[in-house]
Structure formats: C-alpha cells, structure tokens
C-alpha cells in the first residue's frame, strides 16, 4: 500500500529564512516522489520530481528536494523563501500511474 | 504552455441540474486521464480514472451514476456532475499522464458551485 504523510499542514516562515516542509512516504515498490505548488483557485504545478539517479533533485523558483530511501522521506527546501512562494504544496508518491497525494501544507511567508 | 485545459473554469448552477466539464490534453494523446475533487483546504481525492474505449474506474465510496464519464477521445474525457446538489460543490481536477513521463500533467480545475 502507498501512503503520503505531510508533517505540519501549516508552515509559517520569514521571508528570506529557510523553507523546508516534510514528506514522508511508504511504498511497497520503489516510488517516484513528486513535490506540486498550488496557488489559490488553481492547478497543480510540478516543482520536481524524483525517479532515479541523483538523489538530490533540483526543481524550479529555487526548491529542491533530497530522497533518502532509509528514511523514506522526501523533504522539500529552499535556502531563501520569497513572498511569492506562498501557496499549497503537496507532496504525492507514484509507484505506476496512480498518484497519491499528501493533505498538503500550506506555506506562509511573513515580510 | 498549459498542457492540459479544462472548461469551464468556473460554473454555478441550480441544485438538481447536471454539469459537464471538459479536460482537453493540448500535447498528447491519452488513453488514460484521472479525475480529482479538491474541498477547500484539503488534498486531491481521485475520483475515477477515465480510460479511452473502455467505462471509466472509480475509486471506492463515489457513485459512477452521479458522476458520469466519458472518454470521448484520445484527447478529450468529460465529467459530468448529474443532478447536482450543494454538497457536489468542490474544485474538480483532471490529470494526464504522458508515456514515457512519469510525471501528470493537471489540468487548472473547475470550480463548481451548486445553489
């Protein structure tokens, strides 16, 4: 069975401090991890997606992500967050075609 | 550019009538598309998983009578909200997966409120 657990739906950070929102995963097959940013009233975007090689994955806006597979963890960062990097984040877990999303967290950025 | 589009955006409707959304993909063809409901301040729930020439697959606990769909084409799969009440207004979301790609390409949603 695959799950998505998102520690903290909610994450307050200041602008300009560091971001970082956990994911962890169980999957009974190796999985593919996928980190998408909503913003209000819209669809998904992906910011980056892990398959195989390198297991530091560099996404767009600055995020990146780091899949340790002995920690089945997925945790999304950025060094510097920015106003605009305000929005939901899901982290979802693919091990075919179906995704499998986490409840979300809900990122603010304070000025 | 979008890789994938929906129709409407946004749609208000009496309780009791049915509603028909469209998610196009722009880029590819897809013999498969999967169909998402998002309530405020949740995560996507999949709801069906829309296969071209063949009745789509819904997930456990959604009643494929109330939310018909139809894989029209390679590129096209509709879903329609029938008899809709208050309790159907949510964020409906489409997805296509690519071959080759593991990645799914969402559509912008649409949002449906039922008065």
């Known amino acids: 069975a695959q799950s998505v657990t998102q520690l903290g739906s909610h994450v307050s950070v200041s602008e300009g401090a560091l971001v970082l929102l956990r994911c962890n995963y169980s999957s009974s097959v190796p999985p593919y991890l996928f980190w998408y940013v909503q913003y209000p009233n819209q669809g998904l975007q992906l910011l980056l997606k892990y398959t195989t090689g390198a297991t530091l994955v560099k996404g767009i806006n600055g995020f990146e992500a780091e899949f340790k597979k002995s920690e089945t963890s997925f945790h999304l960062t950025k060094p510097s967050a920015h106003m605009s990097d305000a929005a939901e984040y899901f982290c979802a877990v693919s091990p075919g075609n179906q995704f499998y999303f986490g409840t979300g967290t809900s990122l603010t950025v304070i000025p | 550019g979008a890789v994938v589009s929906q129709h409407p955006s946004w749609v208000i409707c009496k309780s009791g009538t049915s509603v028909k959304i469209e998610c196009r993909s722009l880029d590819f063809q897809a013999t498969t598309m999967f169909w998402y409901r998002q309530f405020p301040k949740q995560s996507l729930m999949l709801m069906a998983t829309?296969?071209?020439?063949?009745?789509?697959?819904?997930e456990q606990g959604v009643e494929k009578d109330k939310f018909l769909i139809n894989h029209a084409s390679l590129t096209l799969s509709t879903l329609t909200v029938t008899s809709a009440h208050p309790e159907d207004s949510s964020f409906y979301i489409c997805?296509?997966?690519?071959?080759?790609?593991?990645?799914?390409?969402f559509g912008p949603g649409t949002r449906l409120l039922v008065l």
């Open positions: 829309s296969n071209e020439g063949s009745k789509a697959t819904y």
């Open positions: 997805s296509v997966p690519r071959a080759g790609d593991e990645t799914q390409y």
